[in-house]
């Protein structure tokens, strides 16, 4: 609920006070709408094909501009590859981030759906990340995708979860 100076005069001493609790109340807004949402896998996603399967999914409109990052927890016997799908848009930068073996990282950057092409010939069971910026054109989602190289399998875990905001 928004005060106005005037009815906040009738409980605060002066104008500094006055200020300061509009600051604070600012503030708590701020963080509220930065907060961002989250959403949680609440069962394993398994994937034994070279064919990208869906994991989570976000809702995003268009016109607006969307802060998102993909985390979610693997196992696996094969390589694999993890990326995001979605609608038509107008700006689009992501990173995905996930292990190659026990010393090493797979590292994309990428401003299209579906990269990398394809998927690493292995992989340790571990965390992937795939972060970014969307400003879609039109209504829809945005998915995190996975693929197995196709020799074993990949399975993201429940648990595995993603955090997004409408930064404009």
Same mark, same amino acid.
Request: glycine share 8%; aromatic share 8%; proline share 3%.
């Given at each position: 609920?928004?005060?106005?100076?005037?009815?906040?005069?009738?409980?605060?001493?002066?104008?500094?006070?006055?200020?300061?609790?509009?600051?604070?109340?600012?503030?708590?807004?701020? #963080?509220?709408?930065? #907060?961002?949402?989250? %959403?949680? %896998?609440?069962?394993?996603?398994?994937?034994?094909?070279?064919?990208?399967?869906?994991? %989570?999914?976000?809702?995003?409109?268009?016109?607006?501009?969307?802060?998102?990052?993909?985390?979610?927890?693997?196992?696996?016997?094969?390589?694999?590859?993890?990326?995001?799908?979605?609608?038509?848009?107008?700006?689009?930068?992501?990173?995905?981030?996930?292990? %190659?073996?026990?010393?090493?990282?797979?590292?994309?950057?990428?401003?299209?759906?579906?990269?990398?092409?394809?998927?690493?010939?292995?992989?340790?069971?571990g965390i992937s990340r795939v972060f970014g910026i969307i400003k879609p054109t039109v209504n829809g989602t945005l998915k995190l995708q996975m693929a197995s190289a196709g020799a074993g399998s990949i399975t993201a875990k429940a648990g595995s979860f993603v955090n997004w905001t409408?930064?404009?």
């Amino acid at each position: 609920m928004r005060y106005s100076r005037s009815q906040l005069a009738k409980f605060l001493p002066d104008n500094e006070s006055i200020r300061l609790f509009e600051d604070v109340i600012n503030t708590a807004e701020r #963080a509220d709408i930065n #907060a961002g949402n989250v %959403l949680v %896998l609440s069962a394993d996603v398994s994937n034994s094909t070279t064919t990208l399967v869906d994991v %989570l999914s976000i809702p995003v409109a268009g016109g607006a501009i969307y802060r998102f990052e993909f985390t979610s927890i693997y196992t696996g016997t094969d390589g694999c590859r993890w990326t995001v799908d979605g609608v038509a848009f107008d700006l689009l930068s992501y990173t995905s981030d996930y292990a %190659l073996s026990a010393t090493a990282r797979t590292v994309n950057n990428a401003s299209a759906y579906g990269v990398p092409a394809s998927a690493n010939a292995s992989t340790v069971p571990g965390i992937s990340r795939v972060f970014g910026i969307i400003k879609p054109t039109v209504n829809g989602t945005l998915k995190l995708q996975m693929a197995s190289a196709g020799a074993g399998s990949i399975t993201a875990k429940a648990g595995s979860f993603v955090n997004w905001t409408k930064i404009a």
